[in-house]
């Protein structure tokens, strides 16, 4: 199942550091890590330093082979800044067979799994606290409730969120 982005929500308002990709050899993870952060960027994802980051992600990229191919498989978890996981994002692929499986994968096999990954980042820290909060003080809307905020002049129509 994958997570829907709240509508009206930018992730921009949950910072997050990407702490490290495990697995694949040091060029494939060069790779991926650069189409994934292209693709996060590109969805309005803030990268921050580890240290002043709501959130960490850590990645696991794994490549098998399997009767007739490769299975491609990603794991991406988020951490909050106690270091407990909150989430834990998973996709996979199948490629084209090779003798070595880290062989098979192709660029656009590459990148179209970073930037589903990058999707399904940007749509769970649009779901966060912080990013709701963010998104509540830009617009003066309660993202949750559609109510205005006690302290505007104007009242806003209820179960409206104004995105600008």
Same mark, same amino acid.
């Given at each position: 199942?994958?997570?829907?982005?709240? =509508? !009206?929500?930018?992730?921009?308002?949950?910072? /997050?550091?990407?702490?490290? $990709?495990? #697995?694949? =050899?040091?060029?494939?993870?060069?790779?991926?890590?650069?189409?994934?952060?292209?693709?996060?960027?590109?969805?309005?994802?803030?990268? +921050?330093?580890?240290?002043?980051?709501?959130?960490? /992600?850590? #990645?696991?990229?794994?490549?098998?082979?399997?009767?007739?191919?490769?299975? %491609?498989?990603?794991? $991406?978890? @988020?951490?909050?800044?106690?270091?407990?996981?909150?989430?834990? /994002?998973?996709?996979?692929?199948?490629?084209?067979?090779?003798?070595?499986?880290?062989?098979? %994968?192709?660029?656009?096999? $590459?990148?179209? $799994?970073?930037?589903?990954?990058?999707?399904?980042?940007?749509?769970?820290?649009?779901?966060?606290?912080?990013?709701?909060?963010?998104?509540?003080?830009?617009?003066?809307? +309660?993202? @949750?409730?559609?109510?205005?905020?006690? +302290?505007?002049?104007?009242?806003?129509?209820? !179960?409206?969120?104004?995105?600008?």
């Amino acid at each position: 199942m994958r997570i829907s982005a709240r =509508p !009206g929500v930018s992730p921009h308002g949950a910072s /997050l550091a990407f702490a490290s $990709l495990d #697995g694949p =050899p040091e060029a494939v993870s060069a790779r991926f890590r650069e189409q994934f952060d292209k693709a996060a960027q590109s969805r309005d994802v803030a990268f +921050s330093k580890p240290e002043a980051a709501q959130y960490r /992600l850590r #990645g696991y990229l794994t490549a098998s082979p399997t009767q007739g191919g490769t299975r %491609l498989a990603c794991v $991406l978890d @988020v951490y909050d800044r106690q270091g407990r996981r909150v989430q834990r /994002l998973t996709d996979e692929a199948g490629l084209k067979p090779d003798a070595n499986p880290w062989d098979a %994968l192709d660029e656009k096999s $590459l990148s179209a $799994l970073a930037d589903r990954g990058a999707e399904d980042v940007a749509a769970f820290l649009s779901n966060t606290p912080e990013a709701l909060a963010a998104a509540e003080k830009d617009s003066g809307v +309660s993202v @949750v409730a559609g109510q205005p905020k006690a +302290s505007e002049d104007k009242p806003k129509a209820a !179960g409206v969120a104004q995105v600008r």
